[in-house]
């Protein structure tokens, strides 16, 4: 058993039969769903889970004795979704089962992604996204982010002037925050048909509490109201509402609504 490969053998047992003496379909799908899940478990970081999102099985022949022998490996593995094929076979090695599974990466704290196609994208309304796993803001990725932008004020860039500041230390840039979105919404949102996803604007947003650095921040996101259900050449441009949250404070860091195009 490997994060490549994992195997597996079941029995032919009365138990599991139906009422003909076949190996019941809900018994063979069992059995492919835990391969899968193992499979899927062995190519996740530590400290993640899965939650199945979709499952396709197909059923080629029935099992009357002997064996069922299994294999599972991954097709994918990216960041939000892991997709696995599961195949089984008899003694004789022919097809009993062949079935693909796609799960959701779920990271610390249960985050769960929802899956959507550009057409549901299109037909649907408001919709609570749930909030992505925290991440953390070192003092590093705000020295980054000064240099990239040019803003080197002391409260993000001096640790010694900044524990004088109001602050107590340095704090991230406003706008570190802001460019963040576009990551921690994939974590909660993923549109499958789409080839690429583009920042088309911003309707609003307000800084509305600092963020010190090593503080752990998440997103907290909703679905609002397409933009009259239009399309836009071959995609369809969407708002979500945001919030980031500050791990331990009670006032997040942004509220605001942005929008994104999602291009097939």
Known sequence: MEPSQVRGRMAWAEERCTAVGTLHGGALMAFADTLGAICAFLNLPEG???VTVESKTNFFRPVREGHVNGASKPLHVGRTFIVVQTELQDDDERAVVRGHADAGRAAQGGVMTTKLTIE????SGEQNLGTSSWHPIEQRSIDLFAEATGDHQWIHVDPEQAAQGPFGTTIAHGYLSLSMLPMLLSEVVNVTDAQMGVNYGIERVRFTAPVPSGSEVRLKAKLAKLLGGER????VRYRVGVEVEIKGSDRPAL????????VA
Do not use: F, P, Q
């Open 232 to 235: 836009r050449g071959e995609g």
């Open 120 to 123: 549901e994208l299109e037909r």
């Open 48 to 50: 993640t889970t899965t």
């Open 255 to 262: 509220v605001g609504e942005v929008v994104y195009l999602a």
